[in-house]
């Protein structure tokens, strides 16, 4: 039992590590949906088969529970919504604008761990104040014209309100 319930947290991590690792190019496109969906769904199968080797009926139920907990938490569905992403995740890019210091190197700065699933390659790039996400990998003009999350960051003059510190205009930015 002690077997199986280690290769289901060993099989756990390495999923989040590919997660958060921003190796994956094809993050945030349909392609990666449906490479994601298939690698989740095997996940939970082999988290069933070591459970029912086991025999333990506890280890099958929070098994899958969990699996299920990571797939829904890591799942990168902005491919179909893109807005109804960002709006679902907005309290992580506020605080990613927030805690992220950043450059004007080519492709941005790594987020910080936690941080890195909001965009494709796990950084942001500040392109004219505007904070960029990308949400698929490609050249920068292309992330940075059409499939990337702006956000500005709010200016020190303004007072900062947390239902209106940010905004998500293309052309515009800091305090709203």
Request: net charge positive.
């Amino acid at each position: 039992m002690l077997v199986c319930a280690g290769a289901m947290a060993g099989l756990w991590l390495t999923a989040l590590v590919v997660v958060w690792s921003g190796l994956v190019f094809f993050v945030g496109t349909p392609l990666g949906m449906i490479v994601s969906g298939v690698a989740w769904i095997g996940l939970l199968v082999v988290v069933a088969v070591l459970a029912m080797v086991s025999g333990r009926r506890w280890l099958l139920v929070t098994g899958a529970a969990v699996t299920l907990v990571l797939a829904v938490a890591t799942y990168n569905w902005s491919a179909v919504a893109p807005r109804a992403w960002f709006e679902l995740h907005r309290p992580l890019y506020d605080h990613a604008v927030r805690v992220t210091e950043t450059d004007d190197s080519y492709y941005g700065v790594r987020l910080p761990l936690l941080l890195r699933p909001l965009s494709a390659n796990g950084r942001v790039a500040d392109q004219n104040g505007m904070l960029v996400f990308p949400q698929w990998r490609a050249s920068r003009t292309t992330v940075g014209a059409t499939s990337g999350h702006r956000i500005g960051r709010p200016t020190p003059t303004c007072s900062v309100s947390p239902a209106s510190s940010l905004t998500t205009s293309a052309t515009g930015g800091g305090c709203a």
